[in-house]
């Protein structure tokens, strides 16, 4: 029988980031859906129905860690997949810290966004 090997640390801080974020992602992208593909047909939404959503602080920060969590689920996904490939020494040092500042501009990035959809400006 094959070993099975996993870079993640059963029961560690990553491991258990990885689940939650996962748990988190399945219940939004649910609410996603139902509000924008079956509640509203995709062609029928507007830029300015999806200002007046941003609007309101619930769907704002459900949105924004919405962003969060799955900027940290797939980075945090990429770089255990890299590892379990075999990455190590310094090569995984350096996908690391870029990986953590991809992830940092992603989510800065999408927030700005996020807070431009409100109307307020920066």
């Known amino acids: ?6 870079s993640f640390e059963y ?3 990553r491991w258990l980031l990885q689940r939650l974020t996962a748990a988190f992602l399945v219940v ?4 996603h859906f139902m509000l924008l593909h079956f509640a509203n ?10 200002a007046q ?4 602080p619930g769907y704002f920060v459900t949105m924004v860690l919405f962003l969060v969590t799955a ?10 997949a890299l590892v379990n490939q075999g990455l190590q020494g310094t090569q995984k040092t350096v996908v ?11 989510t800065a990035q999408g927030v700005r966004v ?7 400006s920066l």
């Open 1 to 6: 029988m094959a070993e099975r090997y996993s």
């Open 11 to 13: 029961g560690g801080t």
């Open 28 to 31: 939004v992208l649910a609410f």
């Open 41 to 50: 047909l995709p062609s029928e939404i507007t830029i300015a129905q999806t």
């Open 53 to 56: 959503r941003m609007q309101q």
């Open 71 to 80: 900027t940290f689920h797939g980075v945090n996904g990429v770089y255990n």
């Open 96 to 106: 690391k810290y870029v990986l953590i500042v991809a992830g940092l501009a992603l």
């Open 114 to 120: 996020a807070i431009a959809m409100t109307g307020v």
